[in-house]
Nanobody, 124 residues
Framework: QVQLVESGGGLEQAGGSLRLSCAASGNIFRINAMGWYRQYPGKQRELVASITSGASTNYADSVKGRFTISRDAAKNNVYLQMNRLKPEDTAVYYC??????????????????WGQGTQVTVSS
């Protein structure tokens, strides 16, 4: 099995910074991409930033220039550095990994995994 564990959320004032971390563990063969999504109450989850195995990055327009996604491929970790936070960044943030893992029968399978979510609250 595969697990994604997030950390680093919390309460911050507008203009401040937070850093989210996500560690993927388990019987992982290859990670194709990892990303961060956020979800507002009553809304669908939306992409914040993603990074591929080739280190190509993609950002939502609303966070460009403020957030930076990075990864430690050796540890299967991904990070989101969030600077110049705004109240509208308040949401639950989820880590996502698109990967190949080996199941109990030894078969390689593609899958998307999600973390449990971490709350980010930005006060004005």
């Amino acid at each position: 099995q595969v697990q994604l564990v997030e950390s680093g959320g919390g309460l911050e004032q507008a203009g401040g910074s937070l850093r989210l971390s996500c560690a993927a563990s388990g019987n992982i063969f290859r990670i194709n991409a990892m990303g961060w999504y956020r979800q507002y109450p009553g809304k669908q989850r939306e992409l914040v930033a993603s990074i591929t195995s080739g280190a190509s990055t993609n950002y939502a327009d609303s966070v460009k220039g403020r957030f930076t996604i990075s990864r430690d491929a050796a540890k299967n970790n991904v990070y989101l550095q969030m600077n110049r936070l705004k109240p509208e960044d308040t949401a639950v943030y989820y880590c996502n990994a698109n990967l190949v893992f080996r199941d109990h029968s030894g078969t390689y399978r593609f899958a998307d995994y999600w973390g449990q979510g971490t709350q980010v609250t930005v006060s004005s």
